[in-house]
Structure formats: structure tokens, C-alpha cells
């Protein structure tokens, strides 16, 4: 076990809504980053927060968005859902030692 | 911008058998981290073994040993002894060392099967 826990572990949406997803990091890691994975792909960068500040983004749209909070836990809020936004969501908490602790992801279906 | 390459969609190994991995990257940085991850059907990313550009020795971590080839930018997985647990889908990643926290940059995985 890495200590990272996400919620839900599944959902489903609707196109065109809205999705928050959660994350809680190990104690004292305060680097999270989100990754997206779709079927039969390897993860894809979406963004990574430092001490609730947004410190890096992938090619993903503004619709993607994040938080951090004090507390070592962190959410990744998609607006506007799209099909193709169909996939396991992960996050990855660091505390400094250059290696990333994923947490079991989130399972999202966009109908 | 950095890649990651596995050319193996699937592999597959006889228990207690030696089984390698294949990942390539492309990279103009000379300090970096190439790391090897499995994902079981749990989903959750597991690492398995993780080596410093830098180090010329090529990590190991019991079963687990990796070929680091920094010319060819080339890193293979060897699992020796392979075990029924070790079935699930093996990533290899890239991290850029310069710019602090970076991302991860995963190739498209290779899928183990371990038959018994």
C-alpha cells in the first residue's frame, strides 16, 4: 500500500457535467500530481499542485482544474464532461524523495 | 518533448522462467530518472525499480533488474524466477531531473501473462 487513497473508486457521468474527484496524499507530501489513463494507454500528465499552488500542466484543457489543500488532500473538477474524458484518473503524491506514490484511481465513465 | 517507447503490447512467461521488457525513450536531457511501474487489475501503480541516469551500475531489486543502456537510451526489465503474482501491465517512465518536480512520462505499457 502507498498510503494514497482516492474517492469514489467508480462514477458516472453525463455528458456536458460536472465531476470533482479527490485525492489524500501521504502526511507531509507536498507535491500531488494527476494523471489521466485512458483504455490501454499508459497515464498522461494532466497538472501537478505544490503547497496548493498549481506548479506544471500537461496538454489538457482549462476545463481541468485542481485543488490542494493544507490538510494533504487535493481535487482534480473537470467541467463539461466529454465522452472522451471516459478513463482511470490517478493521483500521485511526493514528498521529496523523486519518487511518486500513486493512489488506486478513480474509474470514470462519461455517458 | 520527452517519449517513451514499449514495443511489447504483451509478453508472456513460464512460471520460474526469465522474461525481458523492452523500453526506449528519447531525450537531449543527460540528467534524468527512467523508473519501471506494474499495475495489477487493482489499478493500483506499483514501483518496481528505479535508476539514476547518472549511475552507471544497472539497479536491482531482488528478482526485479533493469538494463540500462544511456547511449541507446535504451532500459529493459529482466524478472527472473517469474511468479503467478507478477502478471499485470508493466510501464516504463521517464523523469527529467532539471526544473524540480517534474512529470512522469509513461510509455503505452506491455502486458505480462504468467502461465503456470
Known amino acids: 500500500e502507498t498510503g494514497v487513497t482516492q474517492s469514489p473508486t467508480h462514477l458516472i457521468k453525463t455528458r456536458g457535467q460536472q465531476v470533482t474527484l479527490r485525492c489524500s496524499s501521504q502526511s507531509g507530501h507536498n507535491t500531488v500530481s494527476w494523471y489521466q489513463q485512458a483504455l490501454g494507454q499508459g497515464p498522461q500528465f494532466i497538472f501537478q499542485y505544490y503547497r496548493e499552488e498549481e506548479n506544471g500542466r500537461g496538454n489538457f484543457p482549462p476545463r481541468f482544474s485542481g485543488l490542494q489543500f493544507p490538510n494533504y488532500s487535493s481535487e482534480l473538477n473537470v467541467n463539461a464532461l466529454e465522452l472522451d474524458d471516459s478513463a482511470l484518473y490517478l493521483c500521485?503524491?511526493?514528498?521529496?524523495?523523486?519518487?511518486?506514490?500513486f493512489g488506486p484511481g478513480t474509474r470514470l465513465t462519461v455517458t | 518533448a520527452q517519449t517513451v517507447t514499449q514495443s511489447q503490447p504483451e509478453m508472456s512467461v513460464q512460471e520460474a522462467e526469465t522474461v525481458t521488457l523492452s523500453c526506449t525513450y528519447d531525450t537531449s536531457e543527460s540528467d534524468y530518472y527512467l523508473f519501471w511501474y506494474k499495475q495489477p487489475p487493482s489499478r493500483q501503480m506499483i514501483l518496481v525499480i528505479r535508476q539514476e541516469a547518472y549511475k552507471q551500475q544497472n539497479a536491482t531489486e531482488n528478482r526485479f533488474s533493469v538494463n540500462f543502456q544511456k547511449a541507446a537510451k535504451s532500459f529493459s526489465l529482466k524478472i527472473s524466477d517469474s511468479q503467478l503474482g507478477d502478471a499485470a501491465m508493466y510501464f516504463c517512465?521517464?523523469?527529467?531531473?532539471?526544473?524540480?518536480?517534474?512529470?512522469?512520462?509513461f510509455g503505452k505499457g506491455t502486458r505480462l501473462s504468467v502461465i503456470a
Open positions: 517512465a521517464y523523469r527529467r531531473i532539471r526544473g524540480g518536480n517534474t512529470p512522469l512520462v
Open positions: 500521485a503524491s511526493e514528498g521529496g524523495s523523486n519518487e511518486q506514490y
